[in-house]
């Protein structure tokens, strides 16, 4: 069987699916900032299989930019975990709620 | 080949932020001022400049358009007042104050990459500049708990819309083979409005909604709003809305034109929604940062209203609304700051006999409210009018008295503030007038003049903005 671009987007999709479940489900902040970054991966993967069977190198670049900047949010998303965890030793979302209204 | 001129603003613009970051590091805690003073000539120098260099591209990914100068503009105005609101920031809120004005010119200039991008790479990194940023900013005081879980949730939330946008850019590429926006056009035009195209503008669209925080993309917006210093609320509240908006007429207006009876239909929705959930929900507030960030809900809500009328009129009046918008909101939040530094509190009740203890803020607040609502001859007003008018000539005539009538709804909880202000006796413990600052002082000035200003005289921003949008669709 001749794998084709549709074959990488539909396990793109999947995995959009799988996290898109996770952040419904999930309130813990740190699974929630897995299934985002699941997220980047599933564009990640779509942008690599666009370039083999599209031949426009633009697509490799972007999924360069993506991981790298998951990379920064996966930084700025624990270092703001922990603030909080310090502070409340909790980061359960629906448990936090000092904000509301 | 490619004109490095045209980047001449941004370039100053990251200058300033490296500079302000030396400086931070060699200076010691009493030359703190020469942050801010630095902060504020490279904001001059990089508007001055953007006036100065020539429209064009620089290679295929930056566009320096009219539009993109007037984006570049409103942004400027709004970074140039907010470092005035955080003068005296550390001395406030505790926190280093040059880290403070790092990120927030980041910020800034990631909304500058984000007005001119016209290639999917360079708008996603020019979003995350500005929300990276932001969020920090959000969580700058880690020691109150509200502003690290304000912080954590608007990292979340904003995290979430820009990978659902990235998800929804990679399947466009998927389809069209390019990450060039204007080469989209024709190879959407070639395949045809497939399930893969569709799903692909609907993530996107979805992304953009958590951007200009329309229903129901908005949880994150209170929490932010209230969680943040309050200047920062400022800028989020201004800035963030402009780039969010700006971002959805770039992406839509470059690269999805042929679909636009697809996205406008789904926007005309979403802005119904928006205004009637984010005037309902700003009802009971009595948290001022609260009900204002409920009141940007709703203004959003209108403002999405010109990317359904999707002509020169309905997108000139995005720009002249933005503009009046700006100067409404930042009057708003400078009486908020004004206060808050005097009673430590941004509950309504710290409003109560504003008008007998200092009848000038009392007065630049119900100016600012009365723009927001809409009462002629305000900023607001004018911009309601275009706006509205816009939509009417495209013929979704019951959107318009939806927002005639949610228009109506907000004068409602503007005119609680206002009785707290005018009609209900100070505490007995706050009868001092609140002392303002010289820094504050001067925004106030500058916002209240331009709700007069805009409000009694629109044309000349009127006709600005109408060039630059006849300019951007007619390329």
Known sequence: MMITLTHYLVIGCILFAISMYGVFTRRNAVALLLAIELIMLAVALNFTAGTRFLGDAGGQIFAIFVITVAAAEAAVGLALVIAIYRNQKDVDLDRLTILKG | ?475
Request: proline share 4%; hydrophobic share 60%; aromatic share 12%.
């Open chain 2, 1 to 475: 080949m490619s004109n490095w001129f045209i980047l001449l603003p941004e370039i100053i613009l990251a200058f300033t932020i490296m500079l302000v970051l030396i400086v931070d590091l060699i200076s010691t805690s009493c030359q703190r001022l020469w942050l801010g003073v630095l902060s504020l000539v490279g904001i001059l120098l990089t508007v001055i400049c953007l006036w100065i260099v020539p429209s064009g591209a620089f290679g295929e990914a930056f566009l320096n358009d009219g539009l993109a100068r007037f984006i570049k503009s409103i942004v400027l105005l709004a970074l140039l007042l907010v470092v005035l609101f955080s003068w005296d920031f550390d001395k406030v809120w505790g926190r280093p104050l040059g880290e403070y004005l790092v990120l927030l010119l980041s910020s800034g200039l990631g909304i500058l990459f984000l007005a001119s991008g016209t290639e999917m790479i360079l708008l996603y990194i020019g979003l995350e500049l500005t929300t990276f940023p932001l969020v920090l900013l959000t969580a700058y005081c880690p020691a109150d708990k509200k502003s690290a879980e304000g912080g954590l949730k608007f990292l979340v939330l904003a995290a979430l819309g820009a990978a659902v946008l990235l998800f929804g850019f990679s399947l466009i590429y998927a389809a069209a083979g390019t990450t060039q926006l204007q080469a989209l056009v024709p190879a959407l035009i070639q395949t045809g409005n497939t399930p893969l195209v569709l799903m692909g503008l609907l993530c996107i669209l979805a992304g953009l909604g958590f951007k200009m925080a329309l229903v129901p993309f908005h949880m994150w917006v209170p929490d932010a709003y209230e969680g943040a210093p309050t200047a920062i609320t400022a800028f989020l509240s201004v800035a963030g809305k402009t780039a969010g908006f700006v971002l959805a007429i770039r992406i839509l207006a470059t690269g999805f034109p042929v679909q636009v009876s697809e996205w406008s239909r789904i926007f005309a929705v979403l802005a119904a929604v928006t205004m009637c959930l984010g005037n309902f929900a700003a009802i009971p507030q009595t948290n001022m940062k609260r009900l204002l960030a409920y009141s940007s809900i709703a203004q959003a809500g209108y403002i999405v209203m010109g990317l359904v009328a999707f002509q020169v009129l309905g997108l000139s009046s995005i720009l002249y609304y933005l503009t009046a918008y700006l100067f409404a909101n930042l009057a708003a939040f400078g009486v908020v700051i004004a206060v808050e530094r005097s009673s430590r509190s941004v509950e309504l009740s710290a409003y109560h006999g504003l008008a007998m203890r200092s009848p000038r803020l009392a007065l630049i607040m119900l100016l600012a409210l009365l723009s927001l609502a809409g009462i002629p001859p305000l900023a607001g007003f004018a911009a309601k009018f275009y706006l509205f008018a816009a939509v009417y000539s495209e013929g979704y005539i019951w959107l318009v008295v939806l927002a005639v009538l949610n228009s109506a709804l907000s004068l409602y909880y503007y005119l609680k503030v206002i009785r707290a202000i005018y009609i209900q006796k100070p505490a007995a413990d706050a009868v001092q007038p609140v002392t303002v600052p010289l820094a504050l002082t001067i925004v106030l000035v500058v916002t209240t003049f331009g709700i007069l200003a805009l409000g009694v005289y629109p044309s000349p921003i009127v006709d600005l903005a109408r060039e630059v949008v006849v300019l951007f669709l007619t390329p």
